[in-house]
């Protein structure tokens, strides 16, 4: 695919967020970098698979047309970008993530379904997207957007580089604060992710996923957020009892 319209998409990686550090910061690139080789049997299992059915609805509420061209935010392994060309095979992805290591697995994966022509992967800030105002039809972030330190710099972002009328997505994980089966979910946040997480992958970074995920702002708190960012949002969609949200919204159109 072609990169006409991005501002330096092409550009070197950034130094490691690391360096002289002795462990990466939560929710950085290289502490996603540690974790890239089992990311995808972790979110099965820690999700009893829903997180399949779960890109799928966010991909649906693109609204994708044949040609659109569509970026793919947090695309880790790519799951999301395969997943909007199974929905609409003429679309193009750009797929941004600042993990090297999750963005190989990535390319693996686009590579073995042959889509290499319609896919770019490279590494990207959500708060600094390499991309001309209003060049994409849509944006898409699936499981990204808590770990951005600067979430209202990067939700402008998402609506600068989006034409108007183009459909803004985020999907995300939340602690369920009430409901019968709150106190359940909270308990898999709490005790079998981390746990869980530890226990497959070597390493202690899935301890910071519950952490993340519990301070979260409420979906009230993140829709009142991405309005003073320019979005017009269209819906706020709890699903599996609101252990996760469905967002989704066009960009603020200036009269």
């Known amino acids: 695919m072609t990169t006409t319209a991005t501002r330096s998409l092409g550009r070197p990686p950034r130094p490691p967020e690391t360096a002289g550090q002795a462990s990466p910061p939560g929710g950085s690139g290289a502490m996603f970098d540690r974790i890239a080789r089992r990311y995808d049997l972790l979110n099965r299992l820690t999700s009893f698979g829903l997180d399949r059915s779960w890109r799928r609805r966010a991909v649906a509420a693109l609204g994708l047309a ?9 695309t880790g392994t790519a799951d999301v970008a395969l997943e909007v060309l199974r929905q609409e095979p003429r679309a193009t992805v750009i797929g941004l993530d600042p993990s090297p290591e999750m963005l190989e697995v990535g390319r693996r994966k686009v590579a073995a379904a042959g889509l290499g022509g319609r896919v ?10 390499p991309l001309e105002d209003g060049s994409v039809d849509g944006v898409v972030i699936a499981f990204g957007i808590r770990n951005v330190p600067d979430r ?3 939700l402008r972002e998402m609506a600068r580089v989006t034409r108007p009328g183009g459909r803004i997505v985020v999907l995300e994980l939340n602690e369920p604060r009430s409901g ?23 390493s202690r970074e899935y301890r910071y996923l519950e952490e993340s995920i519990a301070a979260f702002p409420p979906p009230r708190e993140f829709v009142a957020l991405a ?3 320019g979005w017009r949002v269209i819906a706020a969609r709890p699903l599996a009892f609101g252990a996760c949200h469905l967002f989704v919204a066009e960009p603020e159109v200036e009269s």
């Open 66 to 74: 044949p040609g659109s061209r569509i970026l793919d935010l947090a």
């Open 120 to 129: 770019e992967l490279a590494t990207g800030d959500a708060r600094d997207l």
């Open 152 to 154: 209202e710099r990067a």
């Open 180 to 202: 019968i089966l709150a106190p359940l979910a909270r308990f898999h946040i709490h005790r079998v992710v981390p746990r869980l997480g530890a226990w497959l992958s070597g």
């Open 227 to 229: 309005r003073r960012a």
